[in-house]
């Protein structure tokens, strides 16, 4: 507006250019819209720098709420686990069965050879055993004896009070090792929400996936999964995890899970964990530490084949293991999907009601002789429905 001001003082000063009674109304109609302006812009101005200060407040407000919340839910977890210590002292007694969870081999509790340690988040004493069968190291069972819902309040109330680090790096370095190729659909299972590697991956050309039952999500996002619901629908060509197997509570049965989400023989897991050896032991969700002879075991269990492996323990604090498929036949009813109009009987047959629909799951298969037989029987119940099996 400095311009426009001195452009003004240009026509009123200079005698050369014609100074008309027309010319002065409209220099005059030209100072009061300046004017206008003028004032129009100081109240803008003012309101501006009020709006900034107002969000700076607001700002420092809710970065104090945040620390609140981080403080309360330490200081939550701190008495939650002496509590639950205190009566861990009294119920787990030396001659209570252990059963581990990889080989099941089951023992007095004072049989066992034991690791100890204290979480450094909160989260008291740590017991831990060592299986003499296979070589897992498990525990605590103060916190594997917890149901789900009492785990999954300890998760929320845990990421409240702590942030994650970002291992990024870690989990596309594990991606890479499932030999990915364009055209596949991949997913980062137990993915958390301070991950880039979906936005990475995505910019080099893949099509990956996260699910993460715990930390918030961007639930916008549509390539982050947050139930198992929603994830039995899709078939992966591979699927990839960094610090995740020794978060599981129940390693057979997950890995299982995950296998059946695999499109066919040809799809991979690839599993990073610095805990294939007794390392980051100080904080309670850490339920297994696959040393001994447990990854063979966990393999036989699940049928998977070790077909990958790296160790850069020193450097990186990286170690990954490959798995492939070892069954040479695939269960695809198992792995069917059905809608709301349907039920899975428990002896594996299929119920579907009028507009009940089955699908999936989506397979490949190499180049060959390949015979499908399938077996159908359709019988109309009285209520009519029809058995699929």
């Not at 452009?7 to 300046?34: A, C, H, V, W």
């Not at 981080?70 to 209570?96: F, G, P, R, Y």
Request: contains cysteine.
């Amino acid at each position: 507006m400095s311009g426009l001001k001195n452009f003004l003082e240009y026509l009123r000063s200079n005698p050369i250019l014609p100074y008309s009674r027309f010319t002065k109304n409209k220099i005059e109609d030209i100072e009061r819209k300046l004017i206008e302006i003028t004032d129009i812009y100081n109240d803008f101005q003012k309101t501006h720098e009020e709006n900034i200060e107002n969000i700076k407040n607001h700002s420092d407000k809710l970065e104090q709420h945040y620390k609140n919340i981080h403080a309360i839910s330490k200081e939550l977890m701190k008495v939650k686990w002496k509590q639950i210590d205190n009566m861990a002292s009294q119920t787990e007694m030396l001659n209570d069965l252990v059963k581990c969870g990889i080989c099941e081999y089951e023992a007095e509790r004072k049989s066992f050879e034991i690791k100890e340690a204290v979480c450094d988040f909160n989260g008291g004493k740590l017991t831990r055993y060592i299986c003499p069968s296979c070589g897992v190291i498990f525990g605590p069972t103060k916190f594997l004896n917890l149901t789900q819902r009492e785990k999954d309040e300890d998760y929320y109330i845990h990421y409240l009070g702590f942030e994650e680090g970002d291992s990024t790096d870690k989990e596309i370095k594990a991606f890479h090792m499932l030999e990915p190729h364009k055209g596949g659909i991949y997913l980062n299972y137990g993915c958390g929400s301070w991950s880039n590697s979906l936005k990475q991956l995505e910019k080099e050309g893949y099509t990956v996936y996260g699910y993460e039952p715990y930390a918030e999500l961007e639930l916008h996002n549509p390539m982050l999964i947050s139930n198992t619901d929603e994830l039995k629908k899709f078939r992966f060509d591979g699927i990839f995890s960094n610090n995740l197997l020794e978060h599981l509570t129940d390693p057979i049965t997950d890995l299982k899970f995950m296998k059946s989400l695999l499109r066919d023989g040809n799809s991979k897991m690839a599993h990073s964990t610095p805990c294939y050896i007794y390392k980051y032991e100080i904080t309670r969700f850490h339920t297994y530490f696959y040393t001994g002879n447990s990854v063979k075991v966990l393999c036989e269990k699940v049928g998977l084949d070790v077909c990958g492996y790296e160790n850069d323990i020193e450097e990186n604090d990286f170690i990954c293991y490959v798995f492939k498929n070892s069954d040479s036949e695939s269960d695809y009813m198992s792995a069917m999907c059905i809608n709301e109009n349907g039920v899975r009987q428990d002896d594996g047959r299929i119920i579907l009601n009028e507009n009940g629909i089955l699908y999936g799951p989506y397979f490949t298969y190499s180049k060959g002789l390949i015979r499908f037989q399938i077996d159908l029987t359709i019988k109309i119940s009285k209520r009519g429905g029809y058995f699929y099996s």
